[in-house]
């Protein structure tokens, strides 16, 4: 049992379900548009993980130097 994963009779079936709903003229912008948001998701969170490393390396190099003074004293 494959619970979670999705199949081609579960996609045929959204996929026909859409049809129905949306009508064939309407599913081509819809999956435009779907696909703008997922672009736009992937790259706002690549963007933020980019902006996380930066400033954890930023804490990282500026809290070395004040553990190796502790240490000194």
Same mark, same amino acid.
């Given at each position: 049992?494959?619970?979670?994963?999705?199949?081609?009779?579960?996609?045929?079936?959204?996929?026909?379900?859409?049809?129905?709903?949306?009508?064939?003229?309407?599913?081509?912008?819809?999956? @435009?548009?779907?696909?703008?948001?997922?672009?736009?998701?992937?790259?706002?969170?690549?963007?933020?993980?980019?902006?996380? @490393?930066?400033?954890? @390396?930023?804490?990282?190099?500026?809290?070395?130097?004040?553990?190796?003074?502790?240490?000194?004293?």
């Amino acid at each position: 049992m494959n619970m979670g994963r999705i199949g081609f009779q579960e996609l045929a079936l959204v996929f026909g379900l859409a049809l129905l709903i949306f009508g064939p003229a309407k599913l081509p912008e819809i999956g @435009k548009s779907l696909g703008k948001g997922i672009r736009e998701f992937k790259s706002a969170t690549i963007e933020k993980t980019s902006e996380e @490393k930066t400033e954890n @390396k930023a804490k990282e190099e500026t809290s070395e130097p004040t553990e190796d003074r502790e240490n000194d004293q």
